[in-house]
């Protein structure tokens, strides 16, 4: 099964040899283009696969011993009552419906990539999602975890499942420029924190950059410029402008 580790630099670059410099070697690799929130049909996914989709972001959460498929996560002072999906609600107890990992994947194309995007909020029910994942993910090469906590990520390492680093702020952009080289395989953006300066600053300290969640061709182009590996897209088209 391929891996969905992406940008890795030549043995020449790791000399520190100037025949192949670091520019040259990402402009001609190819863009890492991930499908933001897996589509819930067969026939979208392979829409997505063929417009050039080399891995499908999928949102889990922990239900009883399994993984479950959901971005839902409780509205702060309902008590849990409520959930939400940004702007769409729901009240506690239609969890029952939300389809299992092993659900979604038999709708995936088998040679699909798969990056996991944990979205379970309090620490107890973190912990049980991050076990659940060592537990059950035993394909190493197919998944990558990306969450912005640290703890989770050590977890996630400690076990061998090779992990992103979520980045959605500017405090926690500066937290990681300032941490010197990461043990993660890279660091998962949020697009508008990029820039090319921005960019070069992170490829001192991780191997490949992701921009997420990019949905405008002039967008995307603009970022494949500033140097980044790959990008999470919503959109068919920039899939195909990036190809």
């Known amino acids: 099964m391929a891996a969905l580790a992406i940008g890795r630099r030549s043995t020449a670059h790791q000399r520190g040899d100037s025949a192949l410099p670091r520019t040259t070697a990402r402009q001609n690799a190819v863009m890492l283009l991930i499908a933001h929130r897996t589509p819930s049909s067969r026939q979208e996914c392979r829409s997505f696969a063929d417009a050039g989709a080399g891995a499908f972001e999928i949102d889990v959460q922990e239900r009883q011993g399994q993984i479950v498929v959901s971005h839902f996560i409780p509205v702060p ?108 395989e890279a660091v998962s953006v949020r697009a508008r924190l990029l820039d090319a300066e921005v960019v070069k600053r992170l490829h001192d300290v991780v191997e490949s950059v992701i921009a997420w969640t990019v949905n405008d061709p002039r967008r995307a182009e603009k970022l494949r410029g500033f140097g980044v590996d790959g990008l999470t897209t919503d959109s068919r088209e920039v899939m195909r402008a990036m190809r």
């Open 77 to 184: 002072g309902t008590r849990g009552l409520l959930q939400h999906d940004n702007a769409r609600l729901r009240p506690r107890g239609l969890e029952t419906g939300d389809a299992t990992l092993g659900d979604v994947l038999g709708i995936l194309p088998g040679d699909a990539r798969i990056l996991l995007d944990p979205k379970e909020v309090e620490l107890s029910e973190r912990r049980l999602l991050m076990r659940a994942l060592i537990e059950q993910v035993t394909d190493r090469d197919r998944f990558r975890v990306s969450t912005h906590h640290e703890e989770d990520l050590r977890m996630l390492r400690a076990s061998g499942l090779r992990t992103w680093r979520t980045v959605k702020n500017r405090r926690q952009l500066r937290e990681v420029l300032d941490a010197g080289a990461l043990p993660d």
